[in-house]
């Protein structure tokens, strides 16, 4: 068995924008107890802002852990409407999604900004940045892909200092699959997962990737499809956005991955 599959793979639930604060403390009280003895993996679930304290404490000393959708890149300031990595870590949160595609395109962030985000939350101590990277369809047709991927791990991450105890995850999400319902091919997501594990291995060394990165899928991800995925080689999770919303479908997703 390769030693990426001998990693504790991890789920990762993004609510999005989806639920109501009511909804939200609704569905994180069902998770908990749905989840209750499940021993194997990592699962996590980023609600929205406004409910991140109140599903922490629902889950604190449960299996599932916390996760924020999005992050600010400095620790206190006159920043209207932002949230500091402290802030996060006091609510709870153990994980961060950064640089997500939605984000890209609707607040056109660019990895000047991504850049400094994951520098944050790596200087912030029990927070681990999950980082989105992915092609829109233009630049798949174009056979622009590996360019693309290789391109963003660099503005993402280049110059980053990885402590030995830190970890990274790299969220695969091929924007053209986003929200269609249809994953890619299980053999292109894997020739895809390669070319990042390549990547980071020449940005900061093979015994660094496999100690502190983990490379995840995401993209129309369901319990029809996710077992595909659950074998290949260079893919140690899942970054699941629809199929999360309901409790059961979710469940499902996990036990066939993890």
Same mark, same amino acid.
């Given at each position: 068995m390769a030693i990426k599959n001998m990693k504790n793979k991890i789920i990762i639930a993004n609510w999005k924008m989806q639920l109501s604060l009511a909804e939200t403390v609704r569905s994180a009280k069902k998770m908990k107890t749905k989840f209750s003895g499940f021993k194997k993996?990592?699962?996590?679930?980023?609600?929205?802002?406004?409910?991140?304290?109140?599903?922490?404490?629902?889950?604190?000393?449960?299996?599932i852990e916390l996760g924020a959708q999005d992050v600010f890149w400095e620790?206190?300031?006159?920043?209207?409407?932002?949230? &500091?990595?402290?802030?996060?870590? %006091? +609510?709870?949160?153990?994980?961060? =999604? #950064?640089?997500?595609?939605?984000?890209?395109k609707y607040q056109l962030e660019n990895y000047e900004i991504i850049y400094k985000?994951?520098?944050?939350?790596?200087?912030?101590?029990g927070l681990v940045p999950v980082v989105c990277i992915g092609e829109n369809w233009d630049e798949r047709m174009?056979?622009?892909?590996?360019?693309?991927?290789?391109?963003?791990?660099?503005?993402?991450?280049g110059g980053l200092d990885i402590m030995s105890d830190q970890t990274v995850i790299v969220a695969y999400e091929p924007i053209w699959a986003i929200g269609t319902g &249809?994953?890619?091919?299980?053999? %292109? +997501?894997?020739?895809?997962?390669? =070319? #990042?594990?390549?990547?980071?291995?020449?940005?900061?060394?093979?015994?660094t990737v496999k100690r502190n990165f983990k490379i995840i899928y995401g993209g129309s991800i369901s319990s029809k499809n996710a077992q595909e995925f659950s074998g290949l080689e260079n893919i140690d999770g899942l970054l699941v956005g629809g199929a999360s919303l309901n409790v059961d479908e979710f469940f499902k997703v996990a036990k066939l991955i993890i």
């Open positions: 993996g990592k699962v996590v679930i980023c609600p929205n802002f406004l409910s991140l304290a109140e599903v922490g404490k629902i889950l604190k000393g449960g299996p620790s206190k300031g006159a920043y209207t409407g932002e949230v &500091s990595p402290e802030m996060l870590k %006091e +609510a709870g949160c153990r994980y961060v =999604i #950064i640089g997500h595609s939605e984000r890209r985000k994951i520098k944050a939350v790596l200087n912030t101590e174009t056979d622009k892909r590996d360019f693309i991927l290789v391109d963003q791990l660099q503005k993402a991450l &249809s994953a890619i091919e299980p053999a %292109e +997501a894997e020739y895809a997962h390669k =070319i #990042i594990h390549l990547t980071l291995s020449d940005m900061f060394g093979i015994e």
